[in-house]
T-cell receptor, first 112, second 114 residues
């Protein structure tokens, strides 16, 4: 039932570098695309979200890029910091407003 | 702190047993969602309730059941437990349904079946 495919599974980035995580979806009924951040021992927390009528959304160092025709979206973390080391999940929800469907996650490690 | 409370934090039990996981949503949130997180499957949606009514089902096994009570807290019941049921179980809540209502997750219950 994997409707949101996320890559890479793990990522190592130098401090100050750019972290890029990609997701692809199949269901064109999806109309809301959030990213969640999860630290060990904690539940996922909403980081940033986008709707498909917008191609890019930026909040601080975090940017979502959205390509509706390709059915792909990505998270860019600029100036990555050790404190960004966490697992990141992309997700999607359809217009019916039922539950979020998550990707399998990307474990990001930012080395100092 | 998300405001979503899950108890217990850890649970160790034997195969064949039955357990109950409890979730108290954020104050004012009407919708509750249950997710199972395992290393190989990621976050899998199990079931959603809204104001006491079941709204959506995902990959929930027949051995699992849930309910949302009038005070809006929810319980997830897992029975005839198998080793493969060992996982983190998360509860999330939202004010309403739809895109304008982000999900807020609790810190999960770690279930270990031996």
């Amino acid at each position: 039932q994997q409707q949101v495919k996320q890559s890479p599974q793990s990522l190592i980035v130098q401090k100050g570098g750019i972290s890029i995580i990609n997701c692809a979806y199949e269901n064109t009924a999806f109309d809301y695309f959030p990213w969640y951040q999860q630290f060990p021992g904690k539940g996922p927390a909403l980081l940033i979200a986008i709707r498909p009528d917008v191609s890019e959304k930026k909040e601080g160092r975090f940017t979502i890029s959205f390509n509706k025709s390709a059915k792909q979206f990505s998270l860019h973390i600029m100036d990555s910091q050790p404190g960004d080391s966490a697992t990141y999940f992309c997700a999607a929800r359809n217009q019916a407003g039922t539950a979020l469907i998550f990707g399998k996650g990307t474990t990001l490690s930012v080395s100092s | 702190d998300s405001g979503v409370t899950q108890t217990p934090k850890h649970l160790i039990t034997a195969t064949g047993q039955r357990v109950t996981l409890r979730c108290s949503p954020r104050s004012g949130d009407l919708s509750v969602y249950w997710y199972q997180q395992s290393l190989d499957q990621g976050l899998q949606f199990l079931i959603q309730y809204y104001n006491g009514e079941e709204r959506a089902k995902g990959n929930i096994l027949e051995r699992f059941s849930a309910q949302q009570f009038p005070d809006l807290h929810s319980e997830l019941n897992l029975s005839s437990l198998e080793l493969g049921d060992s996982a983190l179980y998360f509860c999330a809540s939202s004010v309403a349904e739809g895109m304008g209502s982000p999900l807020h997750f609790g810190n999960g219950t770690r279930l270990t079946v031996t």
